[in-house]
Protein backbone atom coordinates (compact mmCIF):
# COMPACT_ATOMS: atom_id res chain seq x y z
CA UNK A 1 0.00 0.00 0.00
CA UNK A 2 1.23 3.50 -1.11
CA UNK A 3 2.16 6.11 1.58
CA UNK A 4 1.07 9.30 1.50
CA UNK A 5 3.86 12.13 3.19
CA UNK A 6 2.18 15.43 3.92
CA UNK A 7 3.35 18.60 2.64
CA UNK A 8 3.00 21.77 4.81
CA UNK A 9 1.25 24.57 2.83
CA UNK A 10 0.58 27.46 4.64
CA UNK A 11 -0.03 26.77 7.60
CA UNK A 12 -2.34 23.63 7.69
CA UNK A 13 -1.20 20.18 6.19
CA UNK A 14 -2.71 18.42 2.97
CA UNK A 15 -2.46 15.12 2.17
CA UNK A 16 -4.30 13.41 -0.79
CA UNK A 17 -7.44 11.52 0.13
CA UNK A 18 -8.09 8.04 -1.22
CA UNK A 19 -10.44 6.64 -4.14
CA UNK A 20 -13.03 6.75 -1.43
CA UNK A 21 -12.93 10.58 -1.20
CA UNK A 22 -12.97 11.15 -4.92
CA UNK A 23 -16.08 9.51 -5.36
CA UNK A 24 -17.89 10.77 -2.12
CA UNK A 25 -16.49 14.21 -3.57
CA UNK A 26 -18.17 13.79 -6.63
CA UNK A 27 -21.56 12.60 -5.35
CA UNK A 28 -21.91 15.35 -3.20
CA UNK A 29 -20.95 17.82 -6.53
CA UNK A 30 -23.12 15.87 -9.16
CA UNK A 31 -26.58 15.52 -6.84
CA UNK A 32 -26.02 19.74 -5.55
CA UNK A 33 -26.06 19.77 -9.34
CA UNK A 34 -28.63 17.81 -10.12
CA UNK A 35 -31.07 19.62 -7.77
CA UNK A 36 -29.46 23.28 -9.04
CA UNK A 37 -29.77 22.97 -12.72
CA UNK A 38 -32.89 20.82 -12.92
CA UNK A 39 -31.82 19.30 -16.66
CA UNK A 40 -32.15 15.45 -16.91
CA UNK A 41 -31.49 15.07 -20.60
CA UNK A 42 -28.81 12.46 -20.97
CA UNK A 43 -25.85 15.69 -22.88
CA UNK A 44 -26.48 17.57 -19.80
CA UNK A 45 -26.38 14.82 -17.49
CA UNK A 46 -23.20 13.76 -18.28
CA UNK A 47 -22.09 17.34 -18.83
CA UNK A 48 -22.89 17.33 -15.07
CA UNK A 49 -21.07 13.76 -14.44
CA UNK A 50 -17.83 15.58 -15.98
CA UNK A 51 -17.82 18.59 -14.43
CA UNK A 52 -18.28 17.16 -11.05
CA UNK A 53 -15.56 14.52 -11.91
CA UNK A 54 -13.37 17.32 -12.95
CA UNK A 55 -14.14 19.00 -9.60
CA UNK A 56 -13.75 16.30 -7.56
CA UNK A 57 -10.33 15.29 -8.92
CA UNK A 58 -8.90 19.05 -8.94
CA UNK A 59 -9.96 19.17 -4.98
CA UNK A 60 -8.81 15.58 -4.20
CA UNK A 61 -6.21 16.74 -1.56
CA UNK A 62 -7.89 19.59 0.16
CA UNK A 63 -9.04 19.48 3.21
CA UNK A 64 -11.34 22.15 2.97
CA UNK A 65 -14.01 20.09 0.89
CA UNK A 66 -13.64 17.74 4.13
CA UNK A 67 -14.63 20.47 6.27
CA UNK A 68 -17.12 21.61 4.48
CA UNK A 69 -19.10 18.36 4.22
CA UNK A 70 -18.90 17.76 7.55
CA UNK A 71 -20.28 21.35 7.86
CA UNK A 72 -23.26 20.62 5.54
CA UNK A 73 -25.97 19.45 7.82
CA UNK A 74 -25.10 22.79 10.22
CA UNK A 75 -24.90 24.74 7.14
CA UNK A 76 -28.47 23.87 5.88
CA UNK A 77 -29.56 24.92 9.30
CA UNK A 78 -27.79 28.34 8.88
CA UNK A 79 -28.97 29.41 5.69
CA UNK A 80 -32.73 29.71 6.88
CA UNK A 81 -31.31 31.53 9.70
CA UNK A 82 -29.50 33.88 6.87
CA UNK A 83 -32.33 33.86 4.60
CA UNK A 84 -34.63 35.88 7.49
CA UNK A 85 -31.93 38.14 8.45
CA UNK A 86 -31.62 39.60 4.93
CA UNK A 87 -35.47 39.86 4.70
CA UNK A 88 -35.11 41.81 8.02
CA UNK A 89 -32.47 43.81 6.80
CA UNK A 90 -34.17 44.74 3.41
CA UNK A 91 -36.93 46.02 5.23
CA UNK A 92 -35.16 48.22 7.32
CA UNK A 93 -32.95 49.32 4.53
CA UNK A 94 -35.95 50.35 3.00
CA UNK A 95 -37.56 52.33 6.35
CA UNK A 96 -34.32 54.30 6.41
CA UNK A 97 -34.59 54.93 2.42
CA UNK A 98 -38.05 56.14 2.89
CA UNK A 99 -37.92 58.04 5.67
CA UNK A 100 -38.21 61.75 4.87
CA UNK A 101 -34.81 62.71 6.61
CA UNK A 102 -32.73 59.43 5.27
CA UNK A 103 -31.62 59.52 8.44
CA UNK A 104 -28.07 57.48 6.85
CA UNK A 105 -25.27 57.15 9.16
CA UNK A 106 -21.95 55.45 7.24
CA UNK A 107 -19.67 53.88 9.42
CA UNK A 108 -16.42 51.24 8.53
CA UNK A 109 -16.36 49.13 11.48
CA UNK A 110 -13.13 46.67 12.27
CA UNK A 111 -13.95 44.14 14.19
CA UNK A 112 -11.90 40.34 15.36
CA UNK A 113 -14.65 37.43 14.73
CA UNK A 114 -13.68 34.45 17.07
CA UNK A 115 -13.52 32.38 14.02
CA UNK A 116 -10.86 29.48 13.32
CA UNK A 117 -10.99 28.76 9.84
CA UNK A 118 -10.71 30.04 6.57
CA UNK A 119 -14.10 28.64 5.26
CA UNK A 120 -15.76 30.28 8.41
CA UNK A 121 -14.19 33.50 7.41
CA UNK A 122 -15.22 33.46 4.11
CA UNK A 123 -18.90 32.51 5.12
CA UNK A 124 -18.79 35.25 7.56
CA UNK A 125 -17.66 37.68 4.71
CA UNK A 126 -20.36 36.64 2.54
CA UNK A 127 -23.01 36.72 4.62
CA UNK A 128 -22.30 39.92 5.45
CA UNK A 129 -22.00 41.17 2.10
CA UNK A 130 -25.66 39.67 0.98
CA UNK A 131 -27.19 41.49 4.04
CA UNK A 132 -28.71 44.45 2.82
CA UNK A 133 -26.82 47.89 4.91
CA UNK A 134 -23.69 46.13 5.47
CA UNK A 135 -20.77 45.10 2.77
CA UNK A 136 -17.45 43.35 3.86
CA UNK A 137 -14.53 45.81 2.39
CA UNK A 138 -11.35 43.87 3.59
CA UNK A 139 -10.14 40.85 5.49
CA UNK A 140 -6.64 41.06 6.87
CA UNK A 141 -5.79 37.99 8.64
CA UNK A 142 -8.58 37.61 11.64
CA UNK A 143 -9.64 41.49 11.06
CA UNK A 144 -12.41 42.31 9.21
CA UNK A 145 -13.11 45.88 7.71
CA UNK A 146 -17.19 46.31 6.98
CA UNK A 147 -19.10 49.60 5.93
CA UNK A 148 -22.51 49.66 7.38
CA UNK A 149 -25.37 52.00 6.27
CA UNK A 150 -25.63 53.01 9.62
CA UNK A 151 -23.84 53.18 12.69
CA UNK A 152 -26.87 50.65 14.63
CA UNK A 153 -26.11 48.02 11.95
CA UNK A 154 -22.52 48.47 12.51
CA UNK A 155 -23.25 47.67 16.46
CA UNK A 156 -25.54 44.77 15.63
CA UNK A 157 -23.08 42.78 13.82
CA UNK A 158 -20.37 43.21 16.19
CA UNK A 159 -22.88 42.09 18.96
CA UNK A 160 -24.91 39.92 16.81
CA UNK A 161 -25.18 36.28 16.95
CA UNK A 162 -23.96 36.44 12.99
CA UNK A 163 -20.06 35.39 14.06
CA UNK A 164 -21.32 33.02 16.78
CA UNK A 165 -23.56 31.08 14.36
CA UNK A 166 -21.00 30.83 11.50
CA UNK A 167 -18.64 29.17 14.43
CA UNK A 168 -21.07 27.26 14.88
CA UNK A 169 -21.53 25.81 11.58
CA UNK A 170 -17.94 24.47 11.36
CA UNK A 171 -18.07 23.58 14.80
CA UNK A 172 -15.57 24.92 16.92
CA UNK A 173 -15.87 25.31 20.02
CA UNK A 174 -17.78 28.23 21.44
CA UNK A 175 -20.16 28.24 18.66
Not at 87 to 95: E, H, I, K, S, T
Not at 122 to 136: C, F, K, Q, R
Not at 141 to 164: K, N, Q
Request: hydrophobic fraction near 50%.
Amino acid sequence: MPTTIPATIGHRQHREGGPDRVVLVFAVCFVFWLLLSGHYAPFYLALGALLSAGVAWVNRDDEAISDLMRAFPRLAAYVPWLLKEIVVANLQVARIILHPRLPIDPVVIRFRPPLAGDLAQTLLGNSITLTPGTITLDVDGDEFVVHALTARAGRDLIEGSMPTRVKAVFGEPGG
